[in-house]
């Protein structure tokens, strides 16, 4: 988004700051990458496919967008069979709906080959499970949840990450890079150090501040908020130990 490029700039522009923005992972140096990638994965688009019945023919619906009465509305293809969720078949039943973007695996297997040869590793940072399995697709407007076809290019469009494609991906043509063991944000903050780093900071605050510094440590944490429904998953290379607050 050039805007908020500019936005970036603005605010932390400085004698001392270098900073350069890539349009793609392909662009980044050959040098030791250290990747954070919060809600990055989640925005990209996705293809949607259902299971579909018996009666219908063998395999998957895709979920095509068209135009009726200049009204974006959703329907399904004719049933066929997907080459790249044939692994699928086996964990899934009629009706049963599929998620897949198709860039994750081009970008993950950049980032990965550059972590393999170079060193560092990655922080993936989002809502998701380890294999996609539901309808996902949200669009949220004004901080409110909107319809993901009602204003096309005025709305936050996102769809819960797979996890495992990911780890799939990073691993696929590259034996020097691993993956850890999906975890929940709730779990990683606290093998960081979030409690005694939230009870440090409570300790110089009291009334409003105090009860905000509370909420906002319930939300990052607690299973019923953030802190299950993100999840962490880090890649490193093969013979490094795992990012700290992943450890197996």
């Given at each position: ?7 970036q ?33 989640d925005?990209?688009p ?24 200049d009204?974006?509305v ?16 086996g ?22 080959t550059?972590?393999a ?9 989002d809502y ?19 319809d993901?076809?009602?204003n ?12 495992e494609?990911i ?14 063991r ?20 409570a300790?110089n605050?009291?009334?409003d ?16 908020e ?8 880090g ?9 700290a607050?992943?450890?197996?």
């Amino acid at each position: 988004s050039p805007a908020l490029r500019k936005k970036q700039a603005e605010r932390i522009s400085g004698p001392q700051t270098r900073v350069t923005w890539h349009d793609d992972v392909s662009t980044l140096p050959d040098l030791p990458l250290f990747l954070v990638a919060n809600e990055f994965f989640d925005a990209l688009p996705i293809r949607q496919f259902h299971r579909a019945a018996p009666a219908d023919g063998s395999g998957w619906r895709e979920l095509h967008i068209g135009l009726k009465d200049d009204t974006l509305v959703a329907g399904l293809s004719a049933a066929a069979l997907i080459v790249f969720l044939e692994h699928r078949l086996g964990d899934t039943k009629a009706g049963d709906i599929v998620e897949h973007c198709t860039a994750l695996a081009a970008i993950t297997e950049n980032i990965a080959t550059r972590i393999a040869t170079s060193g560092g590793a990655a922080l993936i940072i989002d809502y998701g499970d380890w294999r996609s399995l539901g309808d996902t697709l949200q669009a949220l407007q004004n901080h409110a949840t909107s319809d993901p076809f009602a204003n096309p290019g005025e709305a936050d469009i996102t769809a819960h990450v797979d996890f495992e494609a990911i780890a799939m991906a990073a691993e696929s043509n590259n034996g020097g890079v691993t993956y850890t063991r999906l975890t929940t944000q709730g779990v990683f903050l606290e093998r960081l150090g979030i409690v005694q780093r939230a009870k440090t900071l409570a300790a110089n605050l009291s009334g409003d501040a105090l009860d905000a510094h509370i909420a906002a440590h319930h939300r990052l944490t607690h299973p019923s908020e953030m802190g299950s429904l993100f999840k962490v998953l880090g890649l490193y290379p093969t013979n490094a130990p795992p990012p700290a607050g992943l450890e197996p």
